[in-house]
């Protein structure tokens, strides 16, 4: 278990919708990273909040946005759906931003598959 | 632009042999290196780290080699075991984030 909690774990939903998913970090983690994992790809980052700031940005969509509370849990926030967006989308915490501040800690992952 | 790569989709070893994974990045100034495994519908799991004033570090069946002049790492998995199968990614860290290579899918062969 590696402390990090990701809600829902599936998520159906159909062309259009819109969707928000769940992450709560590790207990004293103050960043949270944002991850897509499509079919037979990598893992792309799309953005990373620091104390509830944004502070790195990856391939987001538009059409994405995430925020991160003052509790430290995140959300990201998936609009006008397309199939293309099917996907894994995984959340990292770790204690600072990057370097020797420690790790990466990821959440199972939310598998959201659109219609 | 992908700056780190791992240009290898997939390897296949037999149990007890040396699996080498390997990874490639762009960036100099990345001054930490990790590796992670991925089990099918899991969240990748921290295997292994290396700084970048280190050109090697073990831990039990696992270690990673850094060549920073060559700009590429590895990671040594010995001796391999069927429980070792798994996707490997292999990232870099400068002071504001993490950086993914695309997996490497381990297939060991009992």
């Known amino acids: 278990d590696s402390g990090v909690t990701q809600t829902p774990k599936h998520l159906i939903t159909a062309t259009g919708q819109r969707v928000t998913l769940r992450c709560s970090p590790r207990?004293?983690?103050?960043?949270v990273y944002w991850y897509q994992q499509s079919l037979d790809q990598g893992l792309q980052f799309l953005i990373q909040?620091?104390?509830?700031?944004?502070?790195a940005k990856g391939n987001i969509l538009e059409r994405f946005s995430a925020q991160q509370f003052p509790d430290l849990h995140s959300e990201l926030n998936l609009s006008s759906l397309e199939l293309g967006d099917s996907a894994l989308y995984f959340c990292?915490?770790?204690?600072?931003?990057?370097?020797?501040?420690?790790?990466?800690?990821f959440g199972e992952g939310s598998r959201l598959t659109v219609l | 632009d992908q700056q780190v790569k791992q240009n290898s989709p997939s390897l296949s070893v037999q149990e007890g042999r040396i699996s080498i994974l390997n990874c490639d990045y762009t960036?100099?100034?990345?001054?930490?290196f990790l590796w992670y495994k991925k089990y099918p519908a899991e969240g990748p799991t921290f295997l292994i780290s290396?700084?970048?004033?280190?050109d090697k570090n073990e831990d039990g069946r696992f270690t990673v080699f850094l060549n920073k002049s060559a700009k590429h790492l590895s990671l040594h998995i010995v001796p391999s075991q069927p429980g070792d199968s798994a996707v490997y990614f292999c990232?870099?860290?400068?002071?504001?984030?993490?950086?993914f290579g695309t997996g490497t899918s381990l297939t060991v062969i009992p």
């Open positions: 990292a915490s770790s204690a600072g931003t990057g370097g020797w501040d420690g790790e990466l800690f």
């Open positions: 207990s004293g983690d103050l960043s």
């Open positions: 909040y620091y104390n509830g700031e944004e502070r």
């Open positions: 960036n100099s100034m990345f001054d930490y």
């Open positions: 290396i700084s970048s004033i280190k």
């Open positions: 990232a870099a860290s400068d002071l504001n984030q993490f950086y």
